[in-house]
């Protein structure tokens, strides 16, 4: 039977929410619980792509390094309910940025291995949740290009590019 809190923490996270209670139990089973002292690194950017966390307890600073000199740069700070590192459920690219707690840390992690066997024996969770995530990653793509539209527009660039040429430009600017 599934602990009522940790399927309560469970489905208040977005990726999760659309899983009934059967679904849910079984991928909180795939998933293995994690502490990290404050200052602790979760991951390095670069690092290979592990799985996802999803953080019960504490801060995370997301980081990225900017230049050869080592300058960093804080992306984001992540609390209770947060996940990261969902990509490496579908690829397994390198890690994009490096992730420290700020704080004592606690949570859980799926790893893509325990994910790619769910997959594979058919689960119908791991299913939703990559039509989950490829919704969440449109989502963030929209909010992406509308922020680079009112940018480019606020800069004096002219007025906004576009569709097409947006993407170009964006996927030029990921590119380095």
Do not use: C, W
Request: a negative charge.
């Amino acid at each position: 039977m599934l602990n009522l809190a940790v399927n309560t923490f469970f489905r208040e996270i977005p990726v999760f929410a659309n899983l009934d209670r059967a679904e849910l139990a079984e991928l909180v089973r795939a998933t293995t619980p994690f502490t990290l002292q404050a200052g602790e690194r979760l991951f390095g950017q670069g690092d290979p792509s592990d799985g996802m966390y999803i953080v019960e307890a504490g801060e995370l600073a997301v980081l990225a390094t900017r230049d050869d000199a080592g300058d960093r740069v804080v992306l984001a700070e992540l609390g209770p309910g947060a996940f990261i590192g969902e990509l490496s459920l579908i690829d397994g690219s390198p890690r994009s940025a490096t992730v420290e707690t700020i704080s004592m840390t606690s949570g859980y992690v799926l790893t893509r291995a325990a994910f790619d066997r769910l997959r594979e024996d058919g689960s119908l969770a791991a299913h939703k949740v990559v039509l989950q995530l490829a919704r969440t990653l449109e989502q963030r793509k929209r909010v992406t290009e509308q922020r680079l539209r009112a940018l480019l527009e606020s800069s004096g660039i002219g007025p906004a590019l576009e569709s097409r040429e947006l993407r170009e430009l964006f996927g030029r600017l990921l590119k380095g």
